[in-house]
């Protein structure tokens, strides 16, 4: 028994150390990264963080759209190598990075209604094309086919299938993400983070450091935005039409069989469309973006001058 009462206490004190220790943390993450980099817009009752350049530019904007648990730093590398002739949009849904947060679940109406209200008041050149990372990809389909005047492409960097969604296990996954908010209140996710975050590494050190304190505050958003997915799923339109479309997909060299799975459902969104391109990547995994900015960028690049191409 006093084994015991000793065993306990000395989790307890191990467990007050990483609160305190993650405290101290995450007060220095906001001393240091607190800031905003860009700017705030007016949405309904909140604001959410955004990137916006090339306003002057023509048509169409390019609008990246995050996978959940992402930010606007997802995409900083593809940005830079975008050149100053596309006008950009990225941006912190409601709960993440610099943006503010909103009670309830997030399910993927309320980040489409969110975008539509982002598009009318940024005031950026109309249509545009939405490039979609993960479940992005499913955001940005929902979004132009409830607003497809407004849509002119679509680039899915390796984007979820609905199909997948669907055959994940919504239990395990729920129990998944509540697990990682336990690991973060002790310290825990924070010493994990350099290990699992592995496609940052082309980032600068203090970019990196950046990256891994926003992950740190997006967890609770990532949990309210996972359930509704992974209990509902999504419903999505079976095509596209003639709506330009690339399909940017990783290599399936790691993880064979789940790989080749996420390979053919891959070539399945290349057909939604019949004008559409597929590219497989030689190298990286789920966040592509970070291992060939240079490809991810060059396919916006393609699709931009396509679609300026048929309206000149």
């Known amino acids: 028994m006093d084994l015991l009462i000793a065993v306990l206490i000395g989790f307890a004190f191990i467990l007050l150390v990483g609160f305190v220790f993650e405290s101290i943390m995450r007060w220095r993450d906001q001393q240091r990264f607190g800031k905003l980099p860009y700017e705030r817009i007016p949405v309904d009752s909140y604001s959410l963080h955004v990137e916006r350049i090339g306003q002057d530019f023509p048509a169409p904007t390019v609008v990246f759209l995050s996978t959940i648990g992402g930010s606007l730093l997802d995409w900083q590398l593809v940005i830079s190598k975008l050149g100053n002739s596309v006008p950009i949009l990225a941006y912190d849904r409601s709960g993440y990075g610099w943006s503010s947060s909103v009670k309830g679940e997030r399910n993927p109406q309320k980040v489409v209604d969110e975008l539509h209200a982002l598009l009318q008041a940024a005031e950026m050149p109309s249509p545009v094309v939405l490039a979609g990372h993960g479940f992005g990809g499913l955001f940005a389909r929902l979004y132009q086919a409830q607003h497809p005047e407004n849509v002119a492409g679509i680039v899915l960097v390796d984007s979820s299938h609905p199909e997948l969604v669907i055959q994940n296990d919504h239990n395990k996954e729920v129990k998944r993400q509540r697990n990682i908010l336990r690991f973060r209140r002790f310290g825990i996710l924070r010493l994990m983070l350099p290990r699992v975050l592995i496609w940052i590494d082309k980032l600068t ?66 057909k939604l469309s019949s004008d559409s391109t597929h590219i497989t990547l030689e190298k990286g995994d789920h966040y592509v973006q970070f291992a060939q900015p240079e490809v991810v960028a060059t396919a916006i690049s393609d699709m931009v001058n396509r679609i300026r191409a048929k309206e000149s």
Request: hydrophobic letters at 40%; a negative charge.
């Open 205 to 270: 050190l203090q970019q990196r450091q950046q990256y891994r304190a926003v992950r740190q505050w997006d967890i609770p958003m990532t949990l309210r935005e996972v359930v509704p997915v992974f209990r509902d799923g999504v419903e999505l339109p079976d095509s596209l039409g003639d709506l330009p479309l690339t399909v940017l997909s990783r290599s399936v060299a790691e993880e064979l069989e789940f790989s080749q799975e996420w390979a053919d459902h891959q070539e399945d969104l290349a």
